[in-house]
């Protein structure tokens, strides 16, 4: 069946450092991704997603491409801020239009420092 | 997007109850879902449900314990039944509209059962 694997946290880093959360997925189709975001206290909210390979999601400073070669939606951002502390979850959905529900990683905490 | 609400926003139950869920979003929408996430873990999807049918129920979730019902559009519920202290997580719904490919979710029920 399909699977999201993503790193584990929490993930601490300071004010202005750059980000990477990998990312791999498994998937007997051409899923579509999605990184979804869970701040303290809030609901999950989507953050970006990408429909198909080479596709770039990109929102509030995030980025992440669908690469079909290497199975991965690694999320990225420049210059990260305290007020992106929180639970990150990478997800994929099949059928089409992702009309299946989604499947989730294990989500990454992360925590920024000032 | 959607506006999704879910009630209750919270409950504690006993052992042996039942609990019903209710979900409403502010538009009409092609597919609802419901979603467990444990304490600390990630979400797990139950059940798509489906209007006018019956539920369709992921592995290792059946309809007995986890009755759905999808009046219209807009509405659906999620029923608990027998609850035991394992039960006792964050159910979320979510809905896709038509034509997008991305889920959008409620704020979520926390439920605890002693």
């Known amino acids: 069946g399909d699977s999201v694997t993503q790193m584990e946290g929490p993930v601490t880093l300071s004010e202005e450092a750059f980000l990477t959360i990998n990312c791999t997925y498994t998937a007997t189709g051409y899923p579509s991704l999605f990184w979804y975001v869970q701040y303290p206290g809030e609901g999950l909210q989507l953050l970006l997603k990408a429909t198909k390979a080479d596709d770039k999601g990109s929102n509030k400073g995030f980025e992440a491409t669908y690469r079909k070669e290497t199975t991965s939606f690694h999320l990225e951002k420049g210059s990260v801020q305290v007020s992106d502390s929180a639970v990150y979850f990478c997800a994929l959905s099949e059928g089409g239009g992702g009309a299946d529900g989604l499947t989730f990683g294990k989500g990454t905490h992360l925590i920024i420092q000032p | 997007s959607a506006v999704i609400s879910q009630k209750p926003s919270r409950d504690i139950c006993q052992r042996g109850t039942s609990l019903t869920i209710q979900c409403q979003v502010d538009s009409q929408v092609t597919m609802m879902f419901w979603y467990r996430q444990q304490p600390g873990q990630s979400l797990t999807l139950i059940a798509t449900?489906?209007?006018?049918?019956?539920?369709?129920?992921e592995s290792g979730f059946v309809i007995d314990k986890f009755p759905i019902s999808r009046p219209n559009l807009t509405f659906s519920t999620l029923t608990v039944s027998n609850m035991s202290p394992e039960d006792s997580s964050i159910y979320l719904c979510?809905?896709?509209?038509?034509?997008?490919?991305?889920?959008?979710f409620g704020p979520g029920t926390r439920l605890t059962v002693t």
């Open positions: 449900a489906n209007q006018g049918s019956e539920a369709t129920y």
């Open positions: 979510s809905v896709r509209k038509q034509g997008v490919y991305e889920q959008y």
